[in-house]
């Protein structure tokens, strides 16, 4: 099956800083999602993206599909923005997770 | 509209009980799909129905097994509880199953 890894796996930052996470997988996917996980476990979905660059606010994600890859850009980082950020493919019919990425945002 | 709601929230069962959770999709939503989420094995897949019908299922035991209403309204069962059953449950919602996903606030299920 497919494999989707995420970097770093922890992430530490002080509040304003910017950050870039990673996501590759092994093999053609039909798409790719991010996703922030809060503290009470909801899954928001930010990006849809299975090819190209998307922003909303101050964040934004591009997927290079022919090489596997997608980054998500989080720019003056705030408290808020911390949780686990996962990426996810779509991979025939099944929806693949990465183990996550954890950001702590501190003040 | 109303977001993706899953009940109950929280749940407390004993080891061979079994029990049941209920997804509502948004609203127009055909497709949902279910996910188990522990510590030491992420997130993973159980199953995706579409219009009532099981397009595909991960791999997890027959003791889960899963139902989609013509409404889109969606059940998952456990029977036969064991104590690694405990997690959160999470579903999600889409037009299609490779579009857009959104995510309910999840089932935390303790087996004790």
């Known amino acids: 099956g497919i494999q989707v890894e995420q970097s770093p796996p922890d992430l530490i930052l002080q509040e304003g800083a910017n950050s870039t996470l990673r996501c590759n997988f092994s093999?053609?996917?039909?798409?790719l999602q991010w996703f922030h996980q809060n503290p009470w476990g909801q899954l928001i979905n930010l990006f849809y993206?299975?090819?190209g660059t998307k922003q909303n606010g101050r964040l934004s994600a591009t997927t290079v599909a022919t090489e596997r890859y997608s980054l998500l850009y989080i720019s003056s980082s705030q408290t808020t923005d911390s949780g686990v950020y996962f990426c996810a493919v779509r991979y025939g019919q099944n929806f693949v997770f990465g183990p996550g990425t954890r950001l702590s945002v501190l003040p | 509209k109303a977001g993706v709601t899953q009940t109950p929230r929280y749940l407390i069962k004993t080891r061979g009980q079994q029990v049941t959770l209920s997804c509502s999709p948004i609203?127009?939503?055909?497709?949902v799909s279910w996910y188990q989420q522990t510590p030491g094995q992420g997130l993973q897949f159980l199953f995706e129905?579409?219009?009532?019908?099981?397009?595909n299922k991960g791999n997890f035991p027959g003791r889960f097994s899963g139902r989609q209403f013509s409404n889109s309204r969606s059940e998952m069962n456990v029977s036969t509880l064991e104590l690694g059953d405990s997690a959160l449950y999470l579903c999600?919602?889409?037009?299609?199953?490779?579009?857009?996903?959104?995510f309910g606030q999840g089932t935390r299920l303790t087996v004790v």
């Open positions: 609203s127009g939503h055909r497709s």
């Open positions: 999600a919602s889409s037009l299609e199953g490779d579009r857009k996903a959104f």
């Open positions: 129905y579409f219009s009532e019908t099981q397009r």
């Open positions: 093999d053609s996917v039909n798409n």
């Open positions: 993206i299975p090819s």
